[in-house]
């Protein structure tokens, strides 16, 4: 079984301020983790992904996050806010059962609003 | 541009209709999947297909109907037996299965019923 939480349903920053999204996960399997974005009436894209490799993971637009395993989290961060990153981000975990085919679990969204 | 199609992007349903929401790409990706995406809430596997002529029931199937007949295509039927149909409904593709790498999405269709 998984599951992923994300503890805030809105996070509302000024621009040039530092962002966190919180998320965490709890899995039976070493899982995979990702972070999607969503803008208005739009599809999801792919910020970043952890696949078991280096723990701090670096993705697009200035995003990055780190894997803890002992905290089951895997939060994200970006130095600067800007404008452009008001959308909705979505956790999302795969966890890998040897011989099986995997399943995604999206978490409830987090809507990022950034001012002026 | 490579990339995934869907149509249309918004719809309107008189309850007791079945409608059919179409999906399209162009990346030769050989898995497809359906998401339901519903205000509050995570996206929701519906159907997914890994092959031409296969698909797999997600986790909230009832109610609808996908075919694979082509690689390229993977249409979706929301029928009168779905209870609930008004939500915001997702495409996507990936090269494999889903946790070797990343999903892309198309843009959605808005389903209403009035």
């Known amino acids: 079984a998984q599951s992923v939480t994300q503890l805030d349903s809105h996070v509302s920053v000024s621009e040039g301020t530092p962002v966190l999204l919180r998320c965490n996960y709890s899995s039976s399997y070493s899982p995979s983790l990702f972070w999607y974005v969503q803008h208005p009436n739009k599809g999801l894209q792919l910020l970043l992904k952890?696949?078991?490799?280096?723990?701090l993971v670096k993705g697009i637009n200035g995003f990055e996050a780190e894997f803890k395993k002992s905290e089951t989290s895997f939060h994200l961060t970006k130095p600067s806010a800007h404008m452009s990153d008001a959308a909705e981000y979505f956790c999302v975990v795969s966890a890998v059962r040897a011989g099986t085919a995997s399943k995604l679990t999206f978490g409830t969204g987090t809507r990022l609003q950034v001012t002026l | 541009d490579g990339g995934i199609t869907q149509s249309p992007k918004y719809l309107f349903r008189k309850e007791g209709q079945n409608v059919t929401l179409s999906c399209e790409q162009n990346l030769n990706h050989d898995a497809m999947y359906w998401y339901r995406q519903d205000p509050g809430q995570g996206l929701r596997l519906i159907y997914y297909s890994q092959i031409v002529n296969d698909f797999q029931k997600g986790d909230i199937a009832e109610g609808y109907s996908v075919s694979r007949e082509k690689k390229e295509s993977f249409p979706l039927t929301v029928t009168s037996a779905q209870k609930n149909p008004t939500a915001f409904y997702l495409c996507a593709s990936s090269i494999g299965l889903i946790n070797t790498g990343e999903l892309f999405f198309g843009e959605g269709s808005r389903l209403t019923v009035l």
């Open positions: 952890y696949t078991s490799a280096a723990t």
